[in-house]
């Protein structure tokens, strides 16, 4: 026995420390050259450690008749108690033609951390209790079973006003067959003591001799409220809703045969703002793989999801083509980023030679129209974990020894991901000064659990608020490397005689700007001539003051009244924009203007200056292809005023 608990760490590479005592002795007697009444006692006891947890027990048994065909083996009473509080009790009685016994377990979640079993591993992070009872009596061709099998817990959750609260959750199970009937099991999930799901499972009987996985001849018919997921996934991000009703029947891999539909289902993402409404999915399941009879789904605004395909099974000639087609559609809504999506996703299978895992790849072509992104709002996860550690007292002076285990790492995904997104218009880059429209295409690679971007978006027009003056962006590129997004813009300002330059660079969330001037001036010069119009040493000393502040704050962010963005808002435009220019009189003069697509090709923009002379502009922009655009400008006295073919290539 000890040698045997030497040899279960090297088995299983982790660490463990085992002491056992135990007293194992026997009875025989030899009659005509034969062995009669041999009997075999075994009294054990042990104590140790196993994946980091604490562990003892014994066990108390006997068997009779050794080496004949009517040996049996009695166990009059197996304990194990493993961790904080989990616990094992078996007694039973097995001869060739019968069985009898009983098992009772209870295990508290939390001690089945660091067990490396994937689905043990998603317990433990829940807190609760697992507890069940399973008894057999009866000839083994078909004994009799009655037993349950129940989790309670309690998890953290969300109310309807957001606040955090505990959520009890209990999933009950009832299973019973007897020597007259076949297996059935019936269960529940209730939260907060309403039911929210009920399932039953019917089977032919369990054999224990010569058992054969076609006898189970599996059938399942339930309901569920999909709103039990919201406490089993994280709250904080995923929200569900609505019912899925199921009917499977299955015999074997070749004959089986299921229907699951849902109905009025609804899915969030709170982080990003994607939600899934009025969600109506059908599917058929038979030998060759699941089918989409029907999957409709809307967003909250006018956009719909279009769901269709077949998952094949793993054994199966691999077919798995599923596709999901946006049309206008939210794709994020986030305080940072607003978008919505038209194209398809579609999740496709192909099996390697030679490879039994397949390998799936999620591929898509999605044109993003419109998308603002807002420099002024970030999203941030603050929320802090502390890791709590659990000891056992009883055993901590006795069992210290640190348990190393080699970390497990996760297989490789079998998704890949190749996703192209373009945006062409009505992108719009916006906060911290900046009022820019973009174009460009982003790609999506690597896997669902590592995912890579990159791309760039480039500004087609706009123009940047910069200490109180518009400057007019000539160039920019916004770059996306995986998780760093870089900004770079160069825009200009004329005022008289002299220019200024504005280079905007860095990450989102700092940029640096730097100010140059033409003719070349020192910066505080710069600033002088930018904000005044006069030299330095012409200006007052509260003037001076507010140059020295305006050297401060180029590199710093703001994030106060946008006055323009709410105006913009307010209309229901896509630019607006307000510009001053003093005259050779010394009179300042204003321009307001206001700018929108009427349609996805066509873009119209008015400026109404306060010049008497000319008090209205306007120009209207028109796509002819993705490459070539016509541009037409007017003026309120003279009428038209110019027509422009503008071609464009990008490299």
Sequence with gaps: IEALLKSYPDLTHVKNNFQSTGLLNGSMDYHNNTIERHTLKLHLGFLGASFGKTLFGGLRGHADNLF???????????????????????????????????????????????????????????????????????????????????????LKGLNAKGVSQTLPIRLSTEFSQSQEADFKLQGQLQKQALTTADFSLTSKAFRFKSFAPQQLELKTKGQAQLSSLNELINPVFHQFAGQVNWDIDFKNLDNMNGALLIKDGYYAHLGYGTTFQKAMITLAMDPQGIHILKGTAKDESSGQYLLSGQYSWPWQPNQTDLNLALNQVQMIDRPDIETQA????????????????????????????????????????GIATIEVTKVNRQFSNQFQESISQSSIKPPPSPIHLDIKLNTQQQAFLRG?????????????????????????????????????????????????NNNATVLSITATHTKGSQSFEAQVNGSLNNLDVTLTSNPPLPEDETMSQLLFGKALNEVSAVQALRIASAIRSLSQTSTGLDPLATTRNLLGVDQVTLDSEKESTGEENYSLGVGKYISDRVYLEIERSSDPVEPWQGRVEVELTPNVSLETSAESQSGLSGIDLQWKRDY
């Design 68 to 154: 004949s065909d009517q040996t049996s083996y009695t166990i009059n009473s197996f304990g194990v108690d493993f961790g904080n509080n989990s616990n094992l009790t078996m007694s039973g009685l097995y001869t060739p033609q019968t069985l009898k016994s009983s098992l009772k377990l209870s295990i508290e979640t939390g001690d089945l951390k660091n067990i490396p079993l994937n689905g043990l591993t998603i317990l433990s992070q829940w807190p609760g209790e697992i507890s069940g009872h399973l008894a057999t009596s009866g000839p083994l061709s078909k004994p009799n079973l009655s037993g349950n099998l129940n989790f309670l817990a309690e």
């Design 342 to 381: 038209q194209g398809r996703i579609a999740l496709k299978a192909r099996a390697a030679d030679g490879d039994l895992l397949n390998t799936f790849r999620l591929e898509g072509d999605l044109q993003l129209q419109p998308l603002t992104l807002h420099l002024d709002r970030s999203t941030n996860d």
């Design 432 to 480: 911290k000064g900046i009022n820019a429209e973009l174009e460009g295409a982003l790609s999506v690679f690597g896997t669902i659990v590592d995912p890579k971007a990159t791309g760039q978006l480039r500004v087609r027009r706009g123009d940047a608020d910069i200490l109180g003056k518009r400057f007019k962006i000539q160039s920019g590129l916004v770059r996306l």
